[in-house]
């Protein structure tokens, strides 16, 4: 299984939808999460990161879910420009207490007109 | 956050041959990486570009053939050597911002190996 597991997609969506992606997590000792932002030939962004309280920026949502081991990235109203991968990162210490980043692969979104 | 400037931002190279990419940082920053991105794929960690002391390399890359320089807090280079089409790829320069685990990138430097 891998460390962080994202459905691929494509997820094609109507402007206006409200479209949501989730990431899992198989580290329960995980202690950071985050979203980033990929577009097309370019560096990933950081989007958000994910409280255990949940967060909201806008028209974007993330939630965590430690008892399930996965987070959520809620996008409502989506716009034409949300069209993207979106990454799950996942953070913890490893054995030699140094912090580890395991990336998703990501999910593809396409909002059309 | 941070603003990270890459050179070159691309470049094609002979098999064999060797490329230097460079990153620079507007600010001084604790913790750099190197990551490459192959077409499809997400991002796989290359190294910890450690100041003043060797890099901290993952499994599966080797200072040989990765070897990356980390003079001060804010620059660092990483050397594709011996340079082979398989290595065609994205690779970025990322910072850690204080203490958190929030990663800023570089507009990434596309290899590619003929």
């Known amino acids: 299984r891998k460390e962080v597991e994202q459905d691929p997609g494509p997820f094609n969506v109507p402007e206006g939808a409200t479209v949501a992606f989730n990431c899992t997590y198989s580290n329960s000792a995980s202690q950071s999460f985050f979203w980033y932002r990929q577009d097309c030939r370019k560096e990933p962004k950081l989007l958000m990161s994910?409280?255990?309280?949940?967060n909201e920026d806008g028209r974007f949502t993330a939630q965590l879910n430690r008892a399930s081991q996965y987070i959520s990235l809620l996008i409502r109203d989506s716009k034409l420009s949300d069209s993207a991968t979106y990454l799950c990162v996942v953070a913890h210490y490893n054995a030699g207490n140094n912090r580890k980043l395991i990336w998703g692969l990501g999910t593809s979104l396409a909002v059309n007109p | 956050s941070a603003v990270i400037s890459q050179k070159p931002s691309r470049d094609i190279c002979q098999r064999g041959t060797s490329l230097t990419i460079q990153c620079q940082v507007d600010s001084q920053v604790t913790m750099m990486f190197w990551y490459r991105q192959q077409p499809g794929q997400s991002l796989t960690l290359i190294a910890t570009?450690?100041?003043?002391?060797?890099?901290?390399?993952e499994s599966g890359f080797v200072i040989d053939k990765f070897p990356i320089s980390r003079p001060n807090l804010t620059f660092s280079t990483l050397t594709v050597s011996n340079m082979s089409p398989e290595d065609s790829s994205i690779y970025l320069c990322?910072?850690?911002?204080?203490?958190?685990?929030?990663?800023?990138f570089g507009p990434g430097t596309r290899l590619t190996v003929t």
């Open positions: 990322s910072v850690l911002i204080g203490g958190t685990y929030e990663q800023y």
């Open positions: 570009a450690n100041q003043g002391s060797e890099a901290t390399y």
């Open positions: 994910v409280y255990s309280s949940g």
